[in-house]
C-alpha cells in the first residue's frame, strides 16, 4: 500500500514538474478571457451570480498571475543553461514571463471591481511595478543572444505598456485625484486692492466718491455643439452629454458648482422631452462607469490609442516571427501548442477590446464630430460588428421588493456554522425575494414632468434646500382643494365663520369618495401629515404597506376591466413603493442613516404572526391585504405596544383606511405624487460615491434620479446666488 502512494506521489509529482507553469499561465489567461467579458456585462446586468463571479474572477486572476511569476523565477535558476535540452526549456519558459505581465495588467473593461481600488492605486503600483521587476530578472537570467530572447523583449513591451496603463488608470479614478483633475482654477474675482488704490487717491484729490454695486443678471453662456455626423445614432444626445458631463463629473468628487453651471444646464433640460433627458444621463453616467472602472477613458485619448498600436503590433510581429523563424524542433511540442495559445489570446483578447471600444459611446462621440469619407466608411463598418445586447448603458430595471410577499412566504432560517458566518442564508433569502421590473415610460415621464416643474421653484439656496428636504409634506400642504372646499371657504368668508363651523352647519364629514384632502376628517389628514414627518424609514414602511392595502383592495373592489391597472398613477406608485423598499432592505447604505433594520424587522416578525393566526385565509397578498384592513384600529398601537417594538404594522393600517376615504384617482395621484417625493428626497440625501458603485451593478434609477435633479437646479451641491456683484466707484 505505501508503495502504491509512493508511486503515485512521484507519477503526480513527475506531471506537475512538466505542466506546473503551462497550467498556470493558461489558467492565468482563461481567468482574463472570463473577466473580460464579465467586466463588460456587470455595466447593464444586475444579476447578482454577475456580480459575485467577476469578484472572484477579479481576485483570482491576479493571484494567478503572481503565482505564475512566482514560479518561473524559481525555476530558471535551476536550469542548466548549457545543457540543450534545459537551455531550450529556459527561454521558451522565460518568454511567457511577458504573457503573464498582460494578465496582470488586466482586461480594458474592468481595471478596478469597485472604488476602492481605485483608493488604494498606490498599493496596487507598488505590486506591479514589482511584478515587472521580477520579470526583468527572468529575462536577465535567461538572456542569451538568441531569437526567442529577443522576441521575449518585444513582447516585454505590451506588457509594460498594460501595466502603466493600469496604474495611470486606477490613479486617475481615485478620489483625491480626480478631485484634483476635475476642480477649476480659482477665480479671484476684482481686483481689490488697485480698487482701493484708485479710491483713495481719488479721495486725496478732493472728490467725493460713493461706492454703488450691481448685479449682472446669470444667463446660459454655452452652446451645445450641433454634430457634425448626424448619421451616427443619438449623435446630438452624445455631444450634449458629454458637454455636460465636463462639468458635472465634479458632482462626483463632493465639489461645488457655480449659478453658470445650472443656468448652463437649464437652458438644455427645459427645453427637451423627457424621452432625450433620460437619455443625456444614461449616456453622462456610461462616461462616468469607464472613468471609475475601465480603461476606455484613457484609451480613447490620443497617447492611449498611440500606444494600443504599438502593443497590439508588438504582439503580431511575435507571433509572425515565432511561426516563420523559430525552430520547431528546438522546443517541445507542448511548449509551442502553449505559446500559440497564449499569443492568439492576446490578440484575440486585443481584438474583442477594440470592436468593444469601437461600439462604444466614445467612439460614437468621436465620429459625430467628423464628416468625411473615412468617418462614414468607418461607422458603416463599425454597424456591422456583432455585439451581445448592442450598445446597452445599464439595465433600465429597478429592483422590487414587497413586505407582504416576504412575510407570507418566508421560512426559518435552516443554516450551518460556515453559512453563519458568511452570512450566506440571511443573504439568499433576501435575493430570493427581490424581483426585477423594466423602468417605464410612464415612470420617466412623470420623474421628469415633477422635477421640471420643481426647478422652476429652485430661485435660490433656501427655495432649493426646502426642495431637496421635502418628502411627502410639500404635496400635502400644496394639495389642490375641490370646488366644493373652496366653496365653503367663499361661504365661510361671507358669514364671517371658519370652515369648520360651515362643516358642522352641513353636517358633511366625507368618509369615501372624497374629492381632495380637505374634505376627509381632521384626524385622518392628521394622520397623512404624520406619516411624512416620522423618521425616514419609518416613513418608507409606513406608506410602502399603505400603498399595498390600497392597492389590493381597490383591485378587490373594481368590477370588469381592472381599473387599478390601467391607472398610471397606480401603476407608478407600486412601482416606487416596492423600489423604495428594495432599497431599504437591499441597499441601506444609499438612504439616510436610520434603524431601518430593526424596523423592518419587526414590522415582519409582526406580520408573519398576524398572518400565521390566518394562515388558512390569507395565502395571497391580496387576502392578507384584506384581512390587515378588517383589523380595529381605533386606538393607536403605540398606546397599546409602548416603544418596546419598532413595528410599524397597524401603522400602516391606520394610514391606508385614512387614504382610502379618498376617492381612487385623487388617492392614486396623491400617493404618486408622495412616492415621487421620498424617491428625491432619498436620492439627494445620498454621497457620490454610493451612486458610483452602483454603476458597477448595472445602475440605479436612483442615480439617474439624482443626476436629473442636479441639472435642472434641485441639489444643494450648488452655489446658489442671485447674479455676480460689481462695485463701481462714483466720483462727484
Not at 121 to 139: H, P, Y
Not at 576 to 595: A, H
Request: hydrophobic letters at 40%; one cysteine or more.
Amino acid at each position: 500500500m505505501w508503495n502504491l502512494l509512493k508511486s503515485f506521489q512521484d507519477r503526480l509529482q513527475t506531471i506537475l514538474d512538466g505542466w506546473e507553469i503551462p497550467a498556470l499561465v493558461l489558467t492565468s489567461l482563461g481567468l482574463q478571457s472570463i473577466l473580460i467579458v464579465l467586466g463588460y456585462r456587470r455595466k447593464f446586468s444586475t444579476s447578482e451570480k454577475l456580480i459575485f463571479f467577476p469578484w472572484i474572477t477579479y481576485l483570482l486572476a491576479s493571484w494567478v498571475a503572481t503565482v505564475s511569476l512566482g514560479i518561473i523565477s524559481n525555476t530558471i535558476p535551476n536550469l542548466d543553461a548549457n545543457d540543450k535540452v534545459e537551455r531550450a526549456e529556459l527561454d521558451i519558459t522565460a518568454f511567457w514571463a511577458p504573457f503573464v505581465l498582460l494578465h496582470l495588467a488586466g482586461p480594458d473593461t474592468i481595471t478596478a471591481y469597485s472604488l476602492e481600488d481605485n483608493s488604494l492605486w498606490r498599493r496596487q503600483a507598488i505590486m506591479l511595478v514589482s511584478q515587472v521587476g521580477v520579470a526583468v530578472f527572468i529575462i536577465i537570467r535567461a538572456w542569451e543572444n538568441t531569437l526567442l530572447n529577443i522576441l521575449t523583449i518585444l513582447m516585454f513591451i505590451p506588457g509594460l505598456i498594460k501595466i502603466g496603463e493600469r496604474i495611470w488608470v486606477l490613479r486617475s479614478g481615485s478620489s483625491e485625484n480626480f478631485k484634483a483633475t476635475t476642480r477649476l482654477r480659482g477665480d479671484p474675482g476684482p481686483n481689490y486692492a488697485r480698487y482701493m488704490e484708485e479710491y483713495h487717491s481719488k479721495k486725496v484729490e478732493g472728490f467725493e466718491v460713493t461706492t454703488e454695486t450691481f448685479e449682472t443678471p446669470v444667463v446660459s453662456n454655452i452652446s451645445f455643439p450641433v454634430p457634425s455626423n448626424v448619421m451616427i445614432p443619438d449623435a446630438t444626445s452624445l455631444q450634449c452629454a458629454y458637454e455636460l458631463f465636463k462639468t458635472f463629473k465634479q458632482l462626483f468628487s463632493d465639489l461645488i458648482l457655480s449659478i453658470q453651471d445650472i443656468k448652463n444646464s437649464q437652458s438644455y433640460f427645459q427645453k427637451v422631452q423627457f424621452e432625450e433627458a433620460f437619455k443625456v444621463i444614461e449616456i453622462e453616467l456610461g462616461f462616468m462607469y469607464d472613468v471609475f472602472y475601465t480603461k476606455a477613458y484613457y484609451v480613447y485619448s490620443g497617447r492611449g490609442g498611440l500606444l494600443r498600436s504599438i502593443s497590439f503590433s508588438c504582439t503580431v510581429i511575435v507571433l509572425l516571427v515565432f511561426m516563420i523563424k523559430i525552430d520547431r524542433k528546438a522546443y517541445e511540442i507542448q511548449d509551442r501548442k502553449v505559446t500559440y495559445v497564449l499569443l492568439s489570446g492576446a490578440i484575440i483578447l486585443e481584438i474583442y477590446s477594440v470592436l468593444l471600444l469601437l461600439k462604444s459611446d466614445w467612439s460614437m462621440l468621436w465620429l459625430s464630430k467628423h464628416k468625411n469619407v473615412m468617418a462614414i466608411l468607418l461607422y458603416k463598418a463599425i454597424s456591422f460588428i456583432p455585439l451581445f445586447n448592442g450598445n446597452k448603458r445599464w439595465s433600465n430595471t429597478m429592483g422590487q421588493y414587497n413586505l407582504i410577499t416576504y412575510c407570507l412566504k418566508h421560512k426559518a432560517a435552516r443554516c450551518g456554522a460556515v453559512q453563519r458566518f458568511l452570512f450566506h442564508y440571511e443573504m439568499s433569502e433576501k435575493n430570493r425575494h427581490q424581483q426585477r421590473e423594466g423602468v417605464s415610460e410612464d415612470l420617466k415621464k412623470l420623474v421628469f414632468e415633477q422635477l421640471l416643474e420643481k426647478s422652476k421653484s429652485a430661485s435660490d439656496l433656501k427655495a432649493c434646500k426646502e426642495l431637496c428636504g421635502c418628502r411627502g409634506d410639500r404635496v400635502l400642504r400644496n394639495a389642490a382643494k375641490c370646488p366644493d372646499c373652496i366653496n365653503k371657504e367663499k361661504l365661510a368668508k361671507q358669514k364671517h365663520e371658519s370652515v369648520a363651523a360651515v362643516e358642522r352647519e352641513f353636517d358633511h364629514q366625507v368618509t369615501e369618495n372624497a374629492k381632495c384632502i380637505y374634505e376627509i376628517s381632521e384626524e385622518n389628514r392628521k394622520m397623512l401629515q404624520e406619516s411624512v414627518e416620522v423618521e425616514f424609514d419609518q416613513s418608507i414602511l409606513l406608506w410602502h404597506i399603505a400603498t399595498d392595502l390600497c392597492y389590493y383592495s381597490d383591485q378587490q373592489n373594481s368590477t370588469g376591466t381592472n381599473a387599478v391597472d390601467n391607472d398610471s398613477n397606480c401603476k407608478v406608485s407600486k412601482l416606487l413603493s416596492d423600489y423604495m423598499i428594495y432599497l431599504l432592505v437591499m441597499r441601506p447604505i444609499m438612504l439616510p442613516n436610520g434603524i431601518e433594520q430593526i424596523r423592518f424587522q419587526d414590522t415582519c416578525a409582526e406580520a408573519i404572526e398576524f398572518f400565521q393566526e390566518r394562515k388558512s385565509i390569507c395565502e395571497e397578498e391580496s387576502q392578507a391585504c384584506i384581512k390587515l384592513l378588517e383589523v380595529n384600529t381605533e386606538i393607536s398601537p403605540s398606546i397599546v405596544k409602548g416603544d418596546r417594538s419598532k413595528s410599524v404594522l397597524f401603522d400602516k393600517c391606520r394610514l391606508a383606511k385614512s387614504l382610502k376615504c379618498l376617492e381612487p384617482q385623487k388617492k392614486w395621484e396623491l400617493l404618486c405624487h408622495v412616492w415621487m417625493e421620498i424617491l428625491c428626497f432619498a436620492a439627494t440625501k445620498c454621497r457620490w460615491n454610493h451612486h458610483a458603485q452602483q454603476l458597477s451593478r448595472g445602475g440605479e434609477l436612483f442615480t439617474h434620479v439624482w443626476l436629473l435633479m442636479a441639472h435642472l437646479g434641485i441639489t444643494e451641491q450648488f452655489q446658489i446666488s442671485k447674479g455676480h456683484a460689481r462695485a463701481m466707484l462714483v466720483v462727484h
